[in-house]
């Protein structure tokens, strides 16, 4: 089955800085979502990307998906506190609709 | 408004016994999904369903069991069997179309805990 992994694992950034996550996959992406949660909530949606190249941004979050649909990232420019929590990647590997796998998550800390 | 519901938000279990978790959505969704998450594991797809009266495993589905009778309520079923049930548990819906590429919609999730 699809794996996606994401790196770093855990990131702690001082306010004003810019980061990127980063999300592989060892398959063809057929449709790539970023989620942001704090701990023990649900998932709330960022973004979701479709095609080689895509890419798309919501105030201060970027997210790219390559050419190849197998890599993307999440880019977040000016860190703030309220960006503090866990970003997740999910994908479908394969057309129609078919199940969605999740990387194993990224930790992010904000200090102010 | 439209959303998911999962409840109950806690639950506590003794060790032997079954208990069902429940999910409903007024998303008009077609597709369902259960996940498990546990601290530094992401989520892992327990069961999944495309349609009413249809669900397929995911990667972790042994000592859990599902049903999809009608199109809103997905209840997922943790068993005696299964070995390490203690965890937080995710239910999510998405549309479902060619492409296949509709977002989950989650809802704010269970957290089951064995003693």
């Known amino acids: 089955s699809q794996e996606l992994e994401q790196s770093p694992q855990s990131l702690i950034v001082q306010e004003g800085k810019n980061l990127t996550i980063n999300c592989t996959s060892s398959k063809t992406l057929y449709g790539l979502y970023w989620y942001k949660q704090k701990y023990g909530e649900g998932l709330i949606f960022l973004m979701m990307l479709q095609k080689g190249g895509e890419e798309k941004s919501h105030e201060k979050i970027t997210a790219k998906l390559d050419e190849k649909k197998q890599q993307s990232s999440l880019h977040i420019t000016a860190s703030q506190p309220s960006h503090a929590g866990i970003y997740l990647c999910?994908?479908?590997?394969?057309?129609?609709?078919?199940?969605?796998?999740f990387g194993i998550g990224t930790k992010l800390q904000v200090i102010p | 408004d439209g959303g998911i519901t999962q409840s109950p938000k806690y639950l506590f279990r003794k060790e032997g016994q079954n208990v069902t978790l429940s999910c409903e959505q007024n998303?008009?969704?077609?597709?369902m999904y259960w996940y498990r998450q546990d601290p530094g594991q992401g989520l892992r797809l327990i069961y999944y369903?495309?349609?009413?009266?249809?669900?397929q495993k995911g990667d972790i589905a042994e000592g859990y069991s599902v049903s999809r009778e009608k199109k809103e309520s997905f209840p997922l079923t943790v068993t005696s069997a299964q070995k390490n049930p203690t965890a937080f548990y995710l239910c999510a819906s998405s549309t479902r179309d060619t492409s296949g590429t509709g977002e989950l919609f989650f809802g704010e999730g269970s957290r089951l805990t064995v003693l």
């Open positions: 999910g994908g479908r590997n394969s057309g129609g609709y078919q199940k969605v796998t």
């Open positions: 998303l008009n969704h077609d597709a």
């Open positions: 369903s495309q349609i009413v009266n249809d669900f």
